[in-house]
């Protein structure tokens, strides 16, 4: 997925700078992380989702990279000092896909059905809808998840959407889960192209890739995120769009089993994205007791 992700901002990077079409003037860097090596444990028990990022952060710092492009929900909330996401890209649809070769929807789920994910936010609002079924932790690439399910691990899945998408294998979803079920997680969809803060040459280059459209409703997100200042044990979702040049955002606050949640909701211009988030995680976070995990 990272090979597929970065494969796209490196195309849209030529077709927007002929000159970085010639020989050599682009190149791709593999550099497999912790979370990447790491597939036997839930991220929350290793670290948390920074263990996408930190090798390919030191990378960046040192200057053995000059930019790099994640997944925006696998950054942390607070950037190692002297990077910066320098371009949001159009964020692709952020929600999530139910995945079976046997059922036609989560609803027609039998009780006790094994559901795989590795996300606690996944977990938490599958057992919130479905407090009957058994979830079990599956990680790994998407085409490894899929194996996993048709050798009889678990009879379904449940994953981003986007992530088929960019791997041409959205034929697989069974069911687009909506967000009233399944809220997404913060930044799902988007990409991040993260850079050195003093780098002015990679920033323009960048800039052509940037939807502040798309940037202003993952920042309304993380803000949002910040103010809970959640552990990798908080099942969080939050999500904002954009309507008639309105920003609202949704957060959800859930425990690890679902049976119970916290929703909040702010509504405002697009220029206080960030202070709408920030403002909401801040209430949810007021009405939180210690059943929420919130330090």
């Not at 990272?2 to 682009?26: P, Y």
């Not at 028990?45 to 710092?61: N, P, S, T, V, W």
Request: glycine residues 10%; aromatic residues 2%; negative net charge.
């Amino acid at each position: 997925m990272a090979l597929r992700q970065t494969t796209i901002i490196r195309d849209r990077l030529i077709a927007a700078h002929a000159e970085l079409a010639e020989a050599g003037a682009v190149e791709i860097v593999t550099i497999r992380t912790t979370g990447d090596r790491v597939q036997n444990r839930l991220l929350a028990e290793i670290g948390g989702k920074g263990l996408f990022a930190k090798e390919i952060e030191e990378a960046l710092l040192a200057g053995r990279i000059d930019l790099a492009v994640h997944s925006l929900k696998d950054l942390e909330t607070w950037l190692p000092d002297g990077l910066v996401i320098a371009c949001v890209p159009p964020r692709d649809d952020p929600r999530d896909a139910f995945v079976s070769a046997r059922r036609a929807g989560l609803a027609s789920v039998p009780g006790g059905a094994k559901v795989g994910t590795a996300s606690l936010r996944r977990q938490a609002q599958l057992l919130r809808y479905r407090p009957d079924l058994s979830i079990v932790p599956v990680r790994g690439n998407v085409n490894t998840r899929l194996r996993k399910m048709e050798a009889g691990e678990v009879d379904a899945l449940v994953l981003a959407l986007c992530s088929l998408e960019r791997l041409d294998l959205s034929g697989h979803a069974t069911e687009i889960l909506p967000r009233e079920l399944m809220l997404p997680a913060v930044g799902q969809g988007a990409l991040a192209v993260e850079c050195r803060t003093a780098d002015e040459v990679v920033r323009q280059l960048v800039q052509p890739l940037h939807d502040p459209i798309s940037a202003a409703c993952v920042a309304a997100e993380r803000a949002m995120l910040a103010a809970l200042d959640g552990s990798c044990r908080t099942p969080v979702a939050g999500f904002a769009e954009i309507e008639r040049n309105r920003l609202t955002i949704q957060g959800l606050l859930l425990n690890e089993d679902g049976s119970k949640e916290i929703r909040g909701r702010r509504e405002g211009g697009i220029d206080a994205a960030a202070q709408l988030g920030a403002e909401l995680g801040k209430e949810l976070r007021s009405v939180a007791g210690p059943d929420f995990g919130l330090g």
